[in-house]
């Protein structure tokens, strides 16, 4: 069967569901529909701004008007863990995944794996990466936190964080 350039040939994909398969999350799938907007909303709310539709450019709007760094991260903090569930993560966990990238701030993804590898005897531990430098464990499902986590300081907060950020992917995908 031959195949165009953006097409898989059938033969190809049978090869790939043979494998474990890599995941690659990001918010809407972890926190729901809508997510960004809403923790925009919270942000614009708290601080009385006018909302930018990029959470990014809100975040780097209050940050150049010298809101403390510390009140935003609350601010999300509190909003994701008010979205908490809201996600597909469930769905997501009972897979036997090779790895997961996962970019998004929360853990909800990263609890429903662990909590599905612990009821199976037979699966990998689950390690959850936020720097490139370390290794996962032999044997493990590594979990890396590409934007990492909102119950630690260091998530990416503002456009520069991502921009610092992004440099430390290569390494962590390898």
Do not use: H
């Amino acid at each position: 069967m031959s195949t165009t350039q953006n097409q898989l040939s059938i033969d190809d994909f049978e090869k790939m569901l043979r494998g474990n398969p890599g995941l690659l999350v990001g918010p809407t799938q972890t926190l729901g529909a809508g997510c960004l907007r809403q923790i925009g909303s919270a942000l614009s709310e708290k601080f009385s701004v006018q909302g930018d539709s990029d959470l990014f450019r809100l975040i780097d709007q209050l940050t150049a008007q010298v809101v403390p760094r510390d009140q935003i991260v609350n601010t999300i903090r509190q909003s994701v863990l008010a979205l908490k569930g809201k996600g597909l993560s469930e769905g997501f966990s009972c897979v036997r995944w090779s790895s997961v990238a996962s970019f998004s701030i929360d853990n909800n993804l990263e609890q429903a794996i662990k909590g599905w590898a612990d009821r199976q005897p037979l699966r990998r531990s689950v390690t959850m990466l936020w720097e490139p430098a370390v290794p996962p464990p032999p044997k493990s499902l590594p979990i890396y936190k590409m934007m990492g986590f909102v119950e630690r300081d260091d998530f990416v907060l503002t456009s520069n964080d991502y921009r610092i950020r992004k440099t430390q992917w290569t390494p962590m995908m390898r």
